[in-house]
């Protein structure tokens, strides 16, 4: 049998864990070649992204955002245990089917005999009019890094007495992960005499907050948001901004305006444009259709991750989380070497009951794991194991605890008493 060659694109938590989950199947006697492209030349830790947006506020270390940036990225280069792959820093910007090539930005082309897509997705804007001019989103390390500045320099002026806002839109895990820390962590930066110098303002359409969850769960975060002094404002949906102050529509159709210092946007993912233009079936909202093995409508290419939606009849969908993108991964690994092999794929379940560890602030984690809904700081040690265990199925057991270690004791000590 000849040398096999699949192609991974996108190295975040569905790539990854396709990579691993393929050579754990794919047998040690046949040969097999792996491409992963991805312009990026490391994985980003998503989850601890908001760690970065609100650590060391008042920091004059020159080096502090370098080393933020290496807890949070992890180079491809340490390949320990996969051997015959390669990283090519190369952005996916087309498929030709007929010669089972990917092609890149760069001009290059590259074989397959199966292919996975794992390219993950962008924040959604919903082409609302000056959102870009006049906030930060909340998505991957460039924007977090600009929200850290911006809130430095906040910390600076109301420290010279000044009231100041800053708004959060989206009360979806990530908001409520980022506003939380923020106002555990402020009073670290303002000192005793500035207290309350910044308001937090937390902003979203919904009439509840986490909606996808238990109505406990809901009343755990409320409780929390209360006591961290946040203001919870829903039924209030962006529609526009105009001098630096937001529109936002009411549930009674009346309009109202909402000024803030920095507005913070973290509303949800869309998948890239490029998805577009690739050949394959999409739905609605333009994310790749997978079938239960994962497959897209071109047989011997899969799709895992924000980029796909599972459709099927009576079975699951998978939510934009690293949690479903990595359990879907798995599967993926398994039917590509099953696709080159000509075995039988294997399906995603039909049913999986999608758990939820939010962290709110000060070594606290509000959440839902088989149904039992939690506030607690043993939610908070939860919810490190859980990144923990997404360290091991990217990478080998000592990398994968080095890399923990190293983020866990920073980001606690940055919860305590901040970094400065
Ligand atoms: C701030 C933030 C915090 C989050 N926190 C959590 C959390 O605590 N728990 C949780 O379960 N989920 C969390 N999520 C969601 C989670 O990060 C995503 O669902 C998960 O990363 C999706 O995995 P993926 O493999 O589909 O995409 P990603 O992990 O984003 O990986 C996609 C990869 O594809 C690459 N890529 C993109 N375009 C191209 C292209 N054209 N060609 C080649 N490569 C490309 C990218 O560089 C990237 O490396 C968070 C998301 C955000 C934004």
Redesign the pocket.
């Known amino acids: 049998m000849s040398t096999r060659q699949v192609v991974i694109?996108?190295?975040?938590?569905?790539?990854l864990g396709s990579l691993k989950a393929l050579y754990q199947s794919f047998p040690k006697h046949l040969k097999i070649q792996v491409t992963l492209?991805?312009?990026?030349d490391h994985?980003l830790y998503?989850?601890w992204?908001?760690q970065v947006a609100s650590a060391g506020l008042t920091s004059t270390d020159p080096n502090f955002e370098a080393a933020l940036t290496t807890l949070t990225t992890f180079d491809y280069s340490n390949w320990s245990g996969y051997k015959n792959t390669n990283h090519y820093r190369e952005?996916?910007v087309g498929i030709n089917q007929d010669r089972r090539t990917v092609l890149t930005a760069s001009g290059r082309s590259f074989y397959f005999d199966t292919l996975l897509l794992?390219?993950?997705s962008t924040h959604q804007d919903f082409s609302i009019p000056g959102l870009t001019d006049n906030s930060i989103p909340?998505?991957n390390l460039e924007d977090a890094l600009k929200i850290r500045t911006s809130l430095s320099k906040l910390v600076v002026r109301a420290q010279a007495g000044e009231q100041l806002t800053v708004a959060v839109i989206g009360a979806g895990p990530?908001g409520i992960e980022f506003i939380t820390k923020l106002a555990h962590v402020l009073p670290h930066y303002l000192g005793a005499n500035c207290l309350g110098s910044i308001k937090l303002q937390l902003l979203d359409p919904a009439s509840t907050i986490g909606r996808f969850l238990s109505p406990k769960l809901n009343q755990n975060f409320e409780t929390r948001l209360t006591q961290l002094k946040i203001d919870l404002l829903l039924g209030r949906r962006l529609v526009g901004f105009k001098n630096g102050t937001g529109n936002f529509t009411l549930p009674n159709g009346h309009q109202e305006k909402i000024s803030a210092d920095l507005f913070i946007w973290s509303a949800g993912v869309k998948p890239?444009p490029?998805t577009n233009t690739l050949g394959l079936a999409l739905d609605e909202r333009g994310r790749i259709k997978v079938n239960e093995h994962l497959q897209t409508s071109i047989s011997g290419i899969f799709a895992v991750?924000?980029?796909a939606v599972v459709s099927w009849d009576g079975g699951i969908s998978n939510p934009?989380?690293?949690?479903a993108?990595h359990s879907f991964s798995r599967i993926a690994g398994f039917n590509l070497t099953a696709y080159l092999l000509h075995r039988p794929l294997s399906s995603v379940p039909k049913k999986i009951i999608w758990s939820l560890i939010c962290t709110t602030g000060g070594n606290y984690a509000c959440g839902n794991l088989w149904g039992w809904s939690f506030s607690s700081r043993l939610g908070f040690s939860l919810r490190c194991l859980a990144d923990l265990r997404y360290f091991l199925f990217s990478w080998s057991v000592f990398r994968a605890l080095k890399i923990w270690l190293k983020g866990v004791r920073f980001f606690l000590i940055e919860n305590k008493y901040g970094h400065s």
Not at 37 to 40: F, K, M
Not at 320 to 323: E, N, R, V
């Open positions: 694109v996108g190295g975040g938590f569905g790539g492209l991805d312009p990026a994985q998503y989850p992204v908001y952005e996916l794992a390219i993950g909340l998505k990530n890239w490029i991750g924000d980029t934009p989380t690293a949690q993108a």
